[in-house]
């Protein structure tokens, strides 16, 4: 099993570029999270989907749009990065309210 | 609403010293803890977790123990080694809450 796994590794954007983070889960698990994780800060959640065809916003959604594609895949799109976005996304996955969170690698984003 | 405080890092320490890494938290209601730990260029694993008043959690030789008369749930370690070198967090999630809520986090370093 891959576990939770994350495309790209890591991108440079101009300020004013869109872009897409991939994000799939190969463990069947119902609910998928974006966090963000900046210095300092530990890790914020931006947008969450706790089953297949919902998706609700989390602390810090501004800026940024999900797609719930399938149960497997949760995607983070960025429409006009901005330099504030520069941070490591994360990717998760749990089965239920009470299971373990599962993280993928992440993705370090710099906007320019 | 609910809060994670961990001690300001960094943490250098020598190989086999006593670890502690301090967390309390502030919630609503009766939340589990736990301990996620991100190793360099990695993603966050589950260190441990505990789910009520009282409760040990344990794994690879850490233990946190839930004390909410203190709201706390301090990290610990007999005897560290380079291996440990990692950043720690503390993190809650409430009943039927679909968020963990992350503390800043605490980079360790051990020197041989």
């Known amino acids: 099993n891959a576990g939770v796994t994350q495309t790209p590794k890591f991108q440079v954007l101009k300020t004013g570029q869109s872009m897409t983070l991939q994000c799939a889960q190969d463990?069947?698990?119902?609910?998928m999270y974006w966090y963000r994780q900046d210095p300092g800060m530990g890790l914020r959640l931006i947008y969450y989907?706790?089953?297949?065809?919902?998706?609700d916003k989390g602390e810090v959604p501004n800026g940024y749009n999900v797609s719930r594609l399938n149960k497997r895949e949760f995607s983070l799109r960025l429409e006009s990065a901005a330099p504030s976005q520069t941070s490591v996304y994360f990717c998760?996955?749990?089965?239920?309210?009470?299971?373990?969170?599962?993280f993928g690698p992440g993705t370090r984003l710099t906007v320019l | 609403g609910d809060s994670v405080t961990q001690m300001e890092g960094p943490v250098t320490l020598s190989e086999e010293a006593f670890l502690t890494i301090n967390c309390t938290y502030t919630?609503?209601?009766?939340?589990?803890l736990f301990w996620y730990v991100q190793y360099p260029g990695e993603g966050l694993q589950l260190l441990l977790k505990?789910?009520?008043?009282?409760d040990k959690g344990s794994n690879k030789g850490f233990e946190a123990t839930y004390r909410k008369e203190t709201t706390s749930f301090h990290l610990e370690k007999g005897s560290v080694q380079v291996s440990d070198s990692a950043v720690y967090f503390c993190a809650l999630k409430n009943q039927g809450a679909q968020k963990l809520v992350f503390g800043q986090g605490t980079r360790l370093t051990i020197n041989p």
């Open positions: 998760a996955s749990r089965e239920g309210l009470a299971g373990e969170q599962f």
């Open positions: 505990a789910t009520k008043a009282d």
């Open positions: 989907s706790a089953s297949e065809g919902t998706t």
């Open positions: 919630a609503t209601g009766y939340p589990s």
């Open positions: 463990m069947n698990h119902n609910s």
